[in-house]
């Protein structure tokens, strides 16, 4: 693989853009989880589709339709959050549904033969083409100055937001900063590992990082170097095996997860028969 | 014994409603300078609305509120909150001393924001006052509730607030505990303001001045020594307002030592 990897622009492109989605992934996974907020960028996620679907319609980059239909998206939940003392779940289950359901339409409606969505749904790293690669670097570039520039006032709302509040931290200035981060992230991976696979990436692992330190900063970086070690073995195994990479880099993570959880309950239970 | 003192807070015909239900009905409060005040009620009372009016976290439906003369948003960093410790998540990734700086990143939204050589040293010695230097690079989950509670009295006073605002600071904490978190309060009283809600009447008697007992409505609000006027207004409050259909241990509490605490 190493010598195709010289001789190929499409793998020098997946595994570049497979690093950037690692990097966006590590950075917004660890901030999701510490503010439980996976339902929530499940939401976000889903409504890409119809962004996808307005953009084969209006014959536009499908990636830019994504982008603005997840920021709105994105601004859209942060406000329901905040205006309602409701439980979120339900205006989420609602816009997952709705951005599935429009981009759907959006296809129907476009005239011609409908294209193959299975690359936006399941990725396909390998499909990566210039142009998204300049795309996805912006986005990951906005993603990484939002969060450096303004980390500690991040850390504070994270942490306890009536607090930050308190001593005059703008949080609902930070809490629409970082859904539309979501947005931007989900638009990052989407070629990687595709909309209904985002999870995967976004979750295990700053789960997993989480084993091994207890600094946000720390937790952050950890887990994009996971993000690469997975992107890049389930890439490699995509072009070894010939299987789908979306599914590789996805089940791949979904396995080191399930495997480290396991060693972890086990060692566990070993310390408290020790101590027992 | 407080009549020449400055007012810090006003609270003016206040009332809250979350969706149709009415939290907070038409109270009125003022707080002194360097006064101690109990909140008392029952659970769903607006006790801990009440304090998120004063902080600016929750806006009136009608009424008036000013901290130090002007509104609570105005008044940022005169005030320290230490919210409910139980409620917190306590497997966020941060240690003691990166929990007490936090209360050094008062005012706006600092870009590249790094603590500066004197925000360290404030904490530090805020660190070493509540007994948690040792403690300083634990993760807040390693701590005991005593412990954690201190480290957000520290954050609160790494603000460096005139008034201190706690909400239920001795919820589920042991005796000792309790006493010792107590005692801090006691010695920071002599420069600052000191508002506790609490359901803890045994710190009623003994460490607050003046009593504020709500339900609803402001029932009582005056001081705390529990003379025969004071007795007669109590009960004057509905009866499970003092602590769960205990009335009688407000006054007995010190005839009561060693038989328990109150939830």
Same mark, same amino acid.
């Given at each position: ?100 359901? =429009? ?33 996805? =670097? ?139 | ?263």
């Amino acid at each position: 693989m190493l010598k195709s990897l010289i001789q190929y622009q499409f793998l020098q492109n997946a595994v570049l853009s497979a690093v950037l989605a690692s990097i966006a992934c590590g950075i917004i996974g660890t901030i999701i989880i510490e503010k439980r907020l996976v339902m929530m960028s499940g939401g976000i996620a889903h409504t890409a589709f119809g962004g996808i679907g307005l953009g084969y319609f209006l014959g536009i980059e499908p990636i830019i339709g994504a982008l603005f239909i997840t920021t709105s998206a994105a601004v859209g939940i942060a406000t329901i959050k905040r205006k309602t003392t409701m439980t979120t779940d339900i205006p989420i289950g609602i816009f997952w549904a709705a951005g599935m359901s =429009l981009g759907i339409l959006f296809i129907a409606l476009t005239p011609g033969y409908p294209p193959d969505m299975n690359t936006y749904l399941f990725g396909d790293i390998l499909t990566v083409s210039r142009n998204n690669l300049y795309i996805i =670097l912006t986005l990951d570039a906005l993603v990484v100055l939002a969060v450096t520039t303004l980390f500690h006032p991040i850390k504070a709302y994270l942490f306890d937001e009536e607090f930050s509040t308190v001593i005059g931290i703008n949080t609902t200035f930070i809490e629409y900063l970082l859904f539309i981060l979501i947005a931007l992230t989900v638009v990052v991976v989407i070629h990687v590992i595709g909309i209904i696979l985002i999870m995967a990436l976004l979750t295990a692992p700053p789960a997993i990082a989480k084993l091994f330190t207890n600094d946000l900063k720390r937790l952050m970086l950890y887990s994009i170097l996971l993000g690469i070690f997975f992107t890049l073995t389930g890439l490699w195994l995509s072009y070894t095996f010939n299987i789908p990479s979306g599914a590789a880099i996805a089940l791949f993570t979904s396995i080191v997860y399930g495997a480290v959880s396991l060693i972890r309950a086990i060692m566990q239970r070993r310390a408290r028969h020790i101590k027992g | 014994m407080n009549e020449n003192k400055e007012i810090v807070i006003q609270v003016k015909d206040v009332t809250v409603y979350y969706q149709n239900v009415c939290a907070l009905s038409n109270v009125s409060l003022t707080v002194k300078d360097k006064e101690f005040l109990g909140i008392i009620g029952p659970n769903g009372g607006g006790k801990s609305t009440l304090l998120k009016i004063i902080l600016g976290l929750i806006r009136p439906y009608s009424g008036k509120v000013e901290v130090l003369g002007k509104p609570p948003v105005k008044a940022l960093g005169a005030m320290g909150y230490v919210p409910q410790f139980t409620k917190f998540n306590r497997d966020f990734p941060i240690d003691v001393e990166d929990t007490v700086l936090m209360g050094r990143m008062s005012g706006k939204t600092p870009i590249f924001h790094k603590y500066s050589k004197e925000d360290k040293e404030i904490v530090d010695s805020l660190m070493d006052k509540l007994d948690l230097y040792p403690l300083r690079n634990r993760q807040i989950g390693q701590l005991s509730g005593g412990q954690l509670q201190r480290a957000l009295i520290a954050r609160a006073l790494a603000v460096e607030p005139r008034i201190l605002l706690l909400d239920e600071p001795t919820a589920s904490l042991d005796s000792e505990s309790k006493s010792h978190i107590y005692s801090i309060l006691d010695e920071l009283n002599k420069d600052i303001t000191i508002i506790m809600v609490t359901h803890d009447m045994g710190a009623i008697s003994s460490h607050v001045q003046t009593l504020a007992c709500l339900n609803r409505q402001l029932y009582y609000h005056g001081h705390s020594e529990l003379s025969e006027d004071v007795i007669h207004q109590l009960y004057g409050c509905p009866v499970d307002l003092i602590a769960h259909g205990i009335p009688h241990r407000v006054l007995h509490e010190h005839h009561n030592r060693g038989g328990g605490h109150l939830a």
